[in-house]
């Protein structure tokens, strides 16, 4: 069975490009998340879906992120325009329920801002 | 505010030598506190989920417990595949993300 998938390993842009990531979540899992670690800092939540609809964006740190699930399938999550301090790795997660807290992880997206 | 603290930031080991790492929590009624093991270049994996205080998991040379206030790692008898960063997390008020600790890296040398 496929893991969590996420493309690309790592993007390198200047500021004020957009980048944009993919994450194809497990089969079958209805939710899944996007998690981001800036050098030094801890893992955050960005944002979490249920199937197609956002359940929890409170992760998201401005509105120069954009994500999307269209059709319950596969992610994307839009830096536009990107800033310094969005260098970093953004992981991708899915689930079948909520409650057990067991996450299954893509490798991630490293995101360098030039 | 829901908090996660783990120590040490590091921890090198000889094969074989037991310890424990420690992952204290501030949150306003604990939803569960979860375990993951991350290596270089790789996503967390999951390792154990504690509901309750005084609830134990094992796993092989790992063994997870809860207190009411934090929880630890118990590594016995650890080998260098051991060798990762054990994140703790635990469930936000609304049950539906992860709140991250910054981890410990172990490192096992035979």
């Known amino acids: 069975e496929a893991g969590v998938t996420q493309f690309p390993s790592h993007s390198v842009i200047e500021k004020g490009q957009t980048v944009t990531l993919r994450c194809d979540p497990i089969s079958g899992h209805d939710n899944l998340y996007w998690y981001r670690r800036v050098m030094g800092k801890e893992i955050k939540f960005l944002l979490h879906f249920v199937k197609e609809s956002k359940q929890d964006e409170s992760g998201m740190p401005n509105n120069r992120f954009l994500a999307e699930r269209t059709g319950g399938t596969y992610s994307t999550l839009k830096v536009q325009p990107a800033e310094l301090e969005d260098s970093g790795v953004y992981f991708c997660?899915?689930?079948?329920?909520?409650?057990?807290?067991?996450?299954?992880f893509g490798e991630g997206s490293r995101l360098t801002v030039l | 505010e829901d908090q996660v603290t783990q120590s040490p930031e590091a921890l090198r080991l000889q094969e074989g030598e037991s310890s424990s790492l420690n992952c204290s929590y501030t949150?306003?009624?604990?939803?569960?506190l979860f375990w993951y093991r991350q290596d270089p270049g790789k996503g967390p994996e999951f390792l154990f989920t504690l509901y309750s205080a005084g609830e134990e998991k094992e796993k092989e040379r790992l063994k997870a417990t809860l207190t009411k206030k934090e929880s630890f790692l118990h590594i016995t008898a650890p080998k260098p595949e051991d060798s990762a960063t054990y994140l703790c997390a635990v469930h936000n008020q609304a049950g539906t993300a992860l709140i991250f600790g910054k981890g410990t890296t172990l490192s096992v040398s035979s």
């Open positions: 997660a899915s689930s079948q329920g909520v409650a057990t807290g067991e996450l299954f």
């Open positions: 949150v306003s009624g604990l939803r569960g």
